[in-house]
């Protein structure tokens, strides 16, 4: 049902925005659409549906296997030939006169055969060894659908930094512009300097090299965005334009405290895949241990044999019993299987410990690098003021021939690059905030919401 849903919320979606001159996507819209259509994710979902399978067949074990058997032979064998006669019931008197070198014989034989397993201790730990199997595969899908938000929502401040990115290269070229046309008319009243002109002009080449780069990168960005939502060809060749809506900056998460690690350590797929990992182990040891044990089975079977067409019968005969099979030696193989368990066993005990200090650490780190990127915002954006307010003292200066060219071509650089900084922090301030999420391993969840 929340296939259904978001599938056809997805398809209104692309249909009202077909219409329209420009694809619109919210964040919330380019998650939905590539946990929905990403290849990635796809493929993990097949693969998780491919091991459920195997739980259906470790039930099947338990059921009689049911198998029909036609069979044409001929020979003359003495050995052969004279079961053929038994099995059809015309076996005669004179039979001992050519039992030696008989003629030529031919039999069909039709066979129902049933077999039903009535102690096997094998049994029940390969179901628990395929049911793990499944899990795992169901973690491994929740790990890509985790995976694959993720590098949405980071490829998505990837555009939205790049359209920022765009956006200050416009105002620099636009600066850069003023900044020629002011050394231009000073050139031409007298009072200026030709150096000053063909240096502005320089520095307005240079800025308008950065401008077409950083155009580059945004149709690049929404390329890469297009492939992991899905897209049609179009978007992913950057010929059917999209734009993203809204600007997505700081994630609020709440204060790091026990609580949100133990979170963390039940939500988190790492743990749970190690988790896993462990209680196979369990399901392996107890295989090879099963191999100490006696199988034992019921089978039956119903067996008709004729002379000159197969289905029909001249004479027919049953056969039912019980076997009991016992391994009393395999050159110590069982004894080996068993210490091969036990050693991944412990080898599984010891991953799930180290897993657990991985994501204690990880939860962390992510808190600490997203106060740090907040202390960077803070000082980018006074940063960004006082290049502003720098430039607007030396323009007034330069127009009064109180400062040079080369100090205001020096202070706008200085601003261009601030608010290039500026952009980039606020996009790492943002990510930094999904990413304590993320180690949470609740990022779809709370990002959906």
């Given at each position: 049902m929340y296939r259904l849903l978001i599938t056809s919320a997805v398809l209104l979606f692309l249909a009202a925005a077909a219409d329209a001159e420009t694809?619109?996507?919210?964040?919330?819209d380019a998650m939905s659409m590539a946990l929905e259509n990403n290849?990635?994710?796809k493929a993990a979902r097949f693969a998780s549906d491919a091991a459920g399978q195997g739980i259906k067949i470790a039930n099947s074990r338990y059921l009689p296997?049911?198998?029909f058997e036609e069979t044409f032979a001929a020979t003359n064998s003495p050995t052969n030939a004279f079961m053929m006669k038994l099995d059809e019931g015309n076996f005669a008197f004179s039979d001992f006169d050519t039992i030696n070198n008989p003629p030529t014989r031919?039999?069909?034989?039709?066979?129902?055969t049933v077999q039903q397993p009535l102690f096997v201790p094998s049994l029940s730990p390969l179901k628990e060894m395929a049911v793990k199997d499944a899990q795992k595969s169901e973690l491994e899908l929740e790990a890509a659908r985790q995976g694959i938000a993720f590098q949405v929502f980071f490829t998505y401040l990837d555009v939205q930094k790049a359209d920022a990115q765009l956006g200050s290269a416009v105002k620099a070229v636009a600066d850069a512009r003023e900044n020629m046309r002011l050394a231009t008319v000073r050139t031409s009243s007298g009072v200026g300097l030709k150096s000053d002109e063909l240096r502005s002009r320089t520095h307005?080449?240079?800025?308008?090299q950065q401008q077409i780069t950083a155009s580059n990168n945004l149709t690049l960005a929404k390329m890469k965005l297009a492939m992991l939502i899905g897209l049609p060809d179009?978007?992913?060749?950057?010929?059917e334009p999209f734009e993203i809506s809204g600007f997505q900056d700081g994630v609020a998460v709440p204060e790091l405290s026990d609580q949100v690690i133990s979170d963390a350590l039940q939500s988190r797929v790492e743990?749970?895949?190690?988790?896993t990992a462990l209680e196979k182990s369990d399901a392996a040891l107890s295989l090879a241990r099963s191999e100490y044990l006696p199988t034992v089975g019921a089978f039956a079977s119903y067996q008709l044999n004729a002379k000159d067409a197969p289905f029909t019968s001249d004479n027919e005969a049953w056969t039912a019993g019980v076997s009991l099979k016992w391994n009393i030696f395999d050159g110590f193989r069982t004894n080996s299987e068993r210490r091969r368990a036990l050693s991944g066993q412990a080898a599984a005990r010891e991953m799930l410990e180290s897993t657990t200090k991985d994501v204690r650490y990880q939860l962390r780190e992510s808190y600490i690098r997203r106060d740090e990127a907040g202390k960077h915002l803070e000082v980018a954006v006074h940063a960004v003021a006082d290049a502003e307010e720098t430039v607007r003292l030396l323009s007034k200066r330069y127009e009064n021939s109180l400062s040079t060219l080369v100090e205001l071509l020096d202070a706008q650089t200085a601003l261009n690059q601030a608010r290039a900084n500026l952009v980039e922090t606020e996009a790492g301030y943002a990510v930094a905030g999904g990413r304590v999420y993320y180690m949470t391993g609740t990022f779809v969840k709370e990002m959906l919401k």
């Amino acid at each position: 049902m929340y296939r259904l849903l978001i599938t056809s919320a997805v398809l209104l979606f692309l249909a009202a925005a077909a219409d329209a001159e420009t694809l619109k996507l919210s964040l919330r819209d380019a998650m939905s659409m590539a946990l929905e259509n990403n290849n990635q994710i796809k493929a993990a979902r097949f693969a998780s549906d491919a091991a459920g399978q195997g739980i259906k067949i470790a039930n099947s074990r338990y059921l009689p296997a049911v198998s029909f058997e036609e069979t044409f032979a001929a020979t003359n064998s003495p050995t052969n030939a004279f079961m053929m006669k038994l099995d059809e019931g015309n076996f005669a008197f004179s039979d001992f006169d050519t039992i030696n070198n008989p003629p030529t014989r031919h039999d069909f034989k039709t066979v129902l055969t049933v077999q039903q397993p009535l102690f096997v201790p094998s049994l029940s730990p390969l179901k628990e060894m395929a049911v793990k199997d499944a899990q795992k595969s169901e973690l491994e899908l929740e790990a890509a659908r985790q995976g694959i938000a993720f590098q949405v929502f980071f490829t998505y401040l990837d555009v939205q930094k790049a359209d920022a990115q765009l956006g200050s290269a416009v105002k620099a070229v636009a600066d850069a512009r003023e900044n020629m046309r002011l050394a231009t008319v000073r050139t031409s009243s007298g009072v200026g300097l030709k150096s000053d002109e063909l240096r502005s002009r320089t520095h307005l080449s240079m800025v308008e090299q950065q401008q077409i780069t950083a155009s580059n990168n945004l149709t690049l960005a929404k390329m890469k965005l297009a492939m992991l939502i899905g897209l049609p060809d179009a978007a992913l060749s950057g010929k059917e334009p999209f734009e993203i809506s809204g600007f997505q900056d700081g994630v609020a998460v709440p204060e790091l405290s026990d609580q949100v690690i133990s979170d963390a350590l039940q939500s988190r797929v790492e743990v749970k895949q190690s988790h896993t990992a462990l209680e196979k182990s369990d399901a392996a040891l107890s295989l090879a241990r099963s191999e100490y044990l006696p199988t034992v089975g019921a089978f039956a079977s119903y067996q008709l044999n004729a002379k000159d067409a197969p289905f029909t019968s001249d004479n027919e005969a049953w056969t039912a019993g019980v076997s009991l099979k016992w391994n009393i030696f395999d050159g110590f193989r069982t004894n080996s299987e068993r210490r091969r368990a036990l050693s991944g066993q412990a080898a599984a005990r010891e991953m799930l410990e180290s897993t657990t200090k991985d994501v204690r650490y990880q939860l962390r780190e992510s808190y600490i690098r997203r106060d740090e990127a907040g202390k960077h915002l803070e000082v980018a954006v006074h940063a960004v003021a006082d290049a502003e307010e720098t430039v607007r003292l030396l323009s007034k200066r330069y127009e009064n021939s109180l400062s040079t060219l080369v100090e205001l071509l020096d202070a706008q650089t200085a601003l261009n690059q601030a608010r290039a900084n500026l952009v980039e922090t606020e996009a790492g301030y943002a990510v930094a905030g999904g990413r304590v999420y993320y180690m949470t391993g609740t990022f779809v969840k709370e990002m959906l919401k």
